[in-house]
């Protein structure tokens, strides 16, 4: 079968191996995955001092290449994934992949863009078919900014919060408030979130989780099969 470029943006810095650990195994032999990242002519210092969330902005979290978390505003690094969209569009890609989770204005594409927040709401909003479900978020200020946005899509949920990019064992803690509620299953809510993560949150709870990463590119392949 012929080659297939993929672009993968991440909103931090690439290269994203602590996503591609786990996707790079999905993805059949004629797929290669170019990543691209919206900051990484920037430096952590700068990020964190010139665009830290304000009240009442839309709050993001991404890694950047030395491992540690950045947080910033939706409306900061917009323009900067509309310039690797473009980028990744002039190095002849024929998919592209966004590695967030967030809510994000209308980008400009000509090729396939796989955007996560769209296709993981639609999908849990009928998996859930009315019942409450479990969302882990980052950050305990995106807790507020997770019950507005899912509600927007009708789906009722219990939401806490903890960093993938932090301490493993903070997930596990959350993982734990999630126990003993009337849940149909849970959503990670970050692309930073790991299969390892996944298959421990599913053990201390009994229930389904739902992975953005590993979803977004099982669509990729069905649609490139």
Known sequence: MKQIKIGA??????????????????????MTLTEYGALDDMDYEDIMSQFHPAPGDEVLVSRMRDGRQAKFTEHFITPLVQKKIDQAEADGVSAIILFCTGVFPKFRHRVLFIEPQPLFHAIASKMADGQKIGILVPEPDQVAQACHTWGKSGVAIEATSASPYLEFEKVVEAASFFKNKDLAFICTDCMGYTLEMKHRIQEITGLPVLLPRTLVVRILCEMFS
Do not use: E, F, N, V
């Open 9 to 30: 943006i991440t909103i931090g810095q690439s290269p994203r191996t602590d996503i591609t650990k786990d996707i790079l195994p999905l993805l059949p032999d004629y």
